[in-house]
């Protein structure tokens, strides 16, 4: 069994798709916490499935260094095979993303490597695009330049707003996030004690 802290900054639709298949006793992973840069309205989906949570605020801390240790402190107190960054809206340092990955994982509202950044919605709008996505990948150094575990392609409509195309993004995001999440799992499954 697969375990997973998952770190989000918002609503977190994606961290409500991973609990609901985790509530599947077939699913091979499980939530053993989440963590939020901020009193997320998201707690609350964790909080309903009796999952523990914890609040590390950037804003509580000297420097960003001094708040990524305390995030990761508290991440490694629950021994996660994985963290799964679904929606955290934070730049890790690279101490954070070296003591976890490749076992750090990102969704990003984009098919990478195009529209990289926090605007990749907005951004593939004003490029005037026709067709964007979904990538989750490995989290490197970089921003949003790890190596691509899985992608998803989503046609533009004419005239589309931001937000229209984001929700639908987001409806294809937590699809493919809940299946890489589970191919993770089958793949630590077959890995030798």
């Known amino acids: 069994?697969?375990?997973v802290v998952v770190l989000i900054s918002g609503s977190g639709s994606n961290l409500r798709a991973l609990l609901d298949a985790a509530a599947n006793p077939l699913y091979p992973a499980r939530i053993l916490a989440v963590g939020s840069d901020n009193p997320a309205a998201g707690i609350e989906h964790a909080e309903l499935h009796g999952v523990p949570t914890f609040v590390v605020e950037p804003g509580r801390f000297a420097t960003r260094e001094a708040w990524a240790d305390a995030l990761l402190a508290n991440i490694k107190h629950f021994e996660p095979d994985l963290v799964v960054l679904a929606g955290f809206m934070k730049i890790l340092p690279p101490n954070f993303v070296?003591?976890?990955?490749?076992?750090?994982?990102?969704?990003?509202?984009?098919?990478?490597?195009?529209?990289?950044?926090?605007h990749a919605v907005r951004d593939a709008l004003a490029a005037g695009a026709?067709?964007?996505?979904?990538?989750?990948?490995?989290?490197?150094e970089?921003?949003?330049?790890g190596p691509h575990l899985a992608q998803a392609e989503v046609q533009i409509h004419p005239g589309e707003t931001e937000a229209a195309l984001h929700e639908r993004i987001k409806v294809v995001e937590r699809e493919l996030l809940v299946d890489v999440v589970k191919q993770f799992a089958e793949a630590k499954a077959q890995q030798p004690a």
């Open 130 to 140: 026709t067709r964007t996505g979904v990538t989750i990948h490995v989290v490197d």
């Open 98 to 118: 070296q003591a976890l990955s490749p076992n750090l994982i990102n969704t990003h509202p984009s098919l990478l490597p195009e529209f990289k950044g926090a």
């Open 1 to 3: 069994m697969l375990s």
């Open 142 to 145: 970089g921003v949003d330049t």
